[in-house]
């Protein structure tokens, strides 16, 4: 499949945690499947949900760095 954002370049499909994600080597467009994007948010919202009791205002110390996402997996 061309991609539609650039025309000139096929998409190129891979596979990351049983995601299915179309992206363009050319102008790095992404491109998700019919409920692809239902599946990246259900799981943000499993990850970032907060613990019981836990606000999620609790301040994060400057020292400490932030937990990476396995949403960044996607786009390595």
Known sequence: MKCPSCSTSSLVI???SDIE???CPQ????WLDRGELD???ERSQLEYAP????????RIAPHRRRKSS????LFD
């Open 39 to 41: 599946k990246l948010i």
């Open 27 to 30: 102008c790095r467009g992404v």
């Open 14 to 16: 891979t596979e990351r």
């Open 70 to 73: 396995w949403l960044s997996e």
């Open 21 to 23: 994600i179309d992206y």
């Open 51 to 58: 613990a019981q009791g836990n606000t999620g205002f609790e």
